[in-house]
């Protein structure tokens, strides 16, 4: 977990493709410069005319307040070539910065939020390449291509009319991706900085620590979050997965080899020898419940830590143009005075009611359908078993729980499409709005999917035996799937499938190269990778005290799954944009309510444990008083975690103080600006009045 120093950045060699005199001019003079570093690439149609190859790139170089982007452009090889290289000025970077809110190190070595107007207090301000990080400059370059905007109704050069119509405010560049003319903007690789990362990260003999620092630097905030939060869960595994092999090896009656009796071979509770015994039992439910509320609050703890060493602990809150995608009757909006696309909120709503609602509704009643046809399938198994008793038969208990896992992969995939195209219909302003939505359909959903068959095993059918099964079922078939996609699969696409720049040589075009970089397929996101970390840590914190070995299993998958993903990143995949950001997103709050749940789900099931049952007939105890003195637990275990969360704070006390002074000097700096603004409209009026 230890980051490792950051490689130097050099002087990027796509310097090369051509001299400075090939990029387009810069008026303000501190942007002029010797050497432009090529960040962006923007692959077009081969179909696409030079006039529009003009067209584009004049909007790219435009200043901000004609609708452009203020950014350097070079055609590449000429003006007849499918591709525009694209970097930034200086002033542009250093605005865009103080737009966004990150924090740099000020003089006096304390992160501060930039100020454009008190830039020169800032370290490292005359190296763009020291002062902002590799993806830092490529994001800037699509939050600047983002925000152009046509500034009246117009047709782009050389398209069609229907295609090539752009109306007032409408996005330049979704426009061009809708007509086909740009098929693709990704980063460009720096190949000696990504060598230099791969030996540092993937490639270690190591199986532990990962170069966090220059995971941000290089790829951005969005994709190092998502390894910190892999690499700080891995390593919190390690607790629950020793008290899961002690369980299971040392304590008595820990023994789960009963795994094939169902719901139609019931066995009295007393004379079942192999189910955990009542203290095994209790310690992994309590277990879990206190190990997830303190794994949630150390990770907010070191979320917290990485926002400030990473500068996006104070993140502009603003009101954002709108995303490219949204779109709506041209206006004036109300809130900041701006001409854009406007769209009534009540539209929104009812596309979300009427149309969004239902669908969701569909897929979830599907899952439904998969889990009834599991239990027929289960019983149909069973009683075949229970005629014949032979070892196939016996393999063959496990084949419905198989398929039923197989299925809900399947609809869990369709229905990922699904949820993005119901979320681009209701038609979001902001891309965090959008994002919301998005991710709490498809989280719905997926707690549904994968925790909806377990949860009825658990507390309607009240069958343990079966639910042990079930959830072995799903570890070692995620294991399985899970080795052979991020292992296998990446390993035989490298192998036999070659990049496109993997015959190339040092000596070759620079164009080639550039080529050979937009080739690579899109890097798919994190979702996929987010929903999997979920449902694993739905699987330990809500039914390990069922399975103890669950956190052994997660274990042994996560510590592949992290150079695997490191691999896949760095060598299979375009590079992608990754917007700074100060935490996990609405995945946090995931986590958490999981973490909540599994309070209530590991009382209940220490309550049906066929122990427990036993101890409570023995006692005496009636089933209303049983139910009771259950209640009162789980009230009890919630106000523990809750007590908990309280005492561990979300951030570190020397991040709240930092905090604290950012505050207090934004303040001070807004006075000393009052009283400044306040002189000079005395000396103004004192000169109106002197005049007459």
């Not at 369709?414 to 949820?419: Q, S």
């Not at 035996?465 to 991020?486: C, D, G, Y």
């Not at 375009?574 to 917007?579: L, R």
């Amino acid at each position: 977990m230890t980051s490792q120093k950051e490689p130097q950045e050099g002087s990027s060699s796509l310097t090369k493709v051509t001299g400075p005199s090939s990029w387009s001019r810069v008026s303000c003079p501190c942007c002029i410069s010797s050497h432009i570093e090529p960040l962006v690439l923007i692959q077009l149609a081969e179909s696409v005319q030079p006039i529009t190859k003009q067209w584009i790139m004049s909007m790219i170089s435009a200043p901000v307040k004609t609708g452009g982007a203020q950014l350097l452009v070079h055609p590449g090889e000429d003006m007849k070539g499918d591709m525009i290289v694209v970097a930034a000025p200086r002033c542009t970077l250093l605005r865009v910065t103080e737009d966004l809110g990150l924090c740099k190190t000020y003089h006096d070595g304390n992160m501060t939020a930039f100020s454009f107007d008190d830039r020169d207090n800032f370290c490292n301000i005359d190296d763009m390449q020291k002062f902002l990080t590799l993806a830092e400059r490529q994001y800037i370059i699509k939050y600047q291509m983002d925000s152009m905007r046509a500034m009246e109704d117009q047709r782009i050069p050389g398209i069609p009319t229907a295609k090539g119509k752009l109306k007032a405010r409408e996005s330049i560049l979704q426009k061009l991706e809708k007509a086909g003319v740009i098929r693709n903007v990704t980063p460009l690789h720096e190949q000696k900085l990504l060598t230099a990362l791969g030996k540092q990260w993937y490639s270690q003999k190591s199986l532990w620590g990962q170069p966090l620092d220059s995971i941000h630097a290089y790829f951005g905030g969005t994709i190092a979050y998502y390894f910190s939060f892999l690499d700080f869960y891995t390593l919190s595994l390690f607790p629950p997965a020793i008290l899961g092999l002690f369980i299971t090896f040392f304590l008595p009656s820990a023994n789960f080899s009963s795994g094939n009796k169902t719901d139609s071979e019931p066995t009295p509770p007393k004379d079942d020898d192999d189910q955990p015994s009542v203290s095994s039992y209790m310690v992994q439910a309590v277990f879990s419940m206190l190990w997830s509320t303190i794994f949630m609050e150390l990770w907010k703890r070191r979320s917290a830590s990485l926002s400030y060493r990473w500068g996006t602990f104070n993140l502009a809150e603003q009101f954002q143009e709108p995303r490219p995608g949204f779109h709506g009757e041209l206006g004036t909006n109300p809130v900041t005075g701006r001409l854009e696309p406007l769209f009534p909120e009540w539209k929104r709503r009812l596309r979300m009611g009427l149309v969004s609602v239902p669908v969701v509704g569909v897929f979830l009643g599907l899952v439904v359908m998969g889990m009834a046809g599991f239990y027929f399938c289960e019983r149909l198994v069973s009683n075949w078993h229970k005629g014949s008793g032979s070892y196939f038969t016996a393999i063959l208990l496990y084949l419905p729980s198989i398929a039923h896992i197989v299925y809900t992969n399947v609809l869990g995939n369709i229905y990922r499409n699904v949820a993005l195209r119901l979320t681009e219909s209701e038609n979001h302003r902001e891309e965090s709005s959008f994002d919301y939505h998005h991710t709490t359909k498809v989280l719905v959903f997926t707690f549904f999917n994968n925790f909806a068959v377990l949860f009825h095993i658990a507390f309607f059918k009240e069958d343990m035996p079966l639910l042990r099964k079930r959830l072995a079922s799903l570890l070692i078939v995620t294991q399985v799937v899970n080795q052979f996609t991020e292992v296998v699969v990446p390993f035989l696409v490298d192998r036999f499938l070659t990049s496109g720049d993997r015959n190339l040589k040092e000596d070759d075009p620079e164009v080639d190269h550039l080529q050979a970089q937009g080739s690579l397929p899109a890097f798919p996101g994190l979702f996929a990778e987010y929903i999997e970390l979920l449902v694993q840590f739905g699987y330990l914190s809500l039914f390990s005290c069922v399975y103890p070995l669950t956190a052994p299993l997660l274990l042994l998958n996560n510590l592949t799954e992290i150079r695997t993903d490191a691999y896949k990143l760095c060598k299979l995949f375009n590079k992608p944009f990754s917007a700074p950001v100060a935490n996990m997103g609405v995945w946090q709050p995931a986590f958490e309510v999981l973490s909540f749940i599994s309070v209530m789900s590991n009382c209940w099931l220490l309550l049906l444990s066929p122990h427990v049952r036993e101890f409570t007939q023995e006692a005496g105890l009636s089933t209303n008083k049983v139910l009771v003195i259950a209640v009162i637990v789980e009230h009890v275990l919630i106000m523990v975690k809750m007590i908990l969360a309280f005492m561990i704070p979300d951030e570190p006390d020397w991040l709240r103080i930092k905090r604290e002074q950012i505050e207090y000097h934004s303040m001070q700096a807004l006075k000393k600006q009052r009283i400044k603004s306040s002189r000079v409209d005395d000396k103004l009026s004192s000169k109106a009045k002197m005049g007459e």
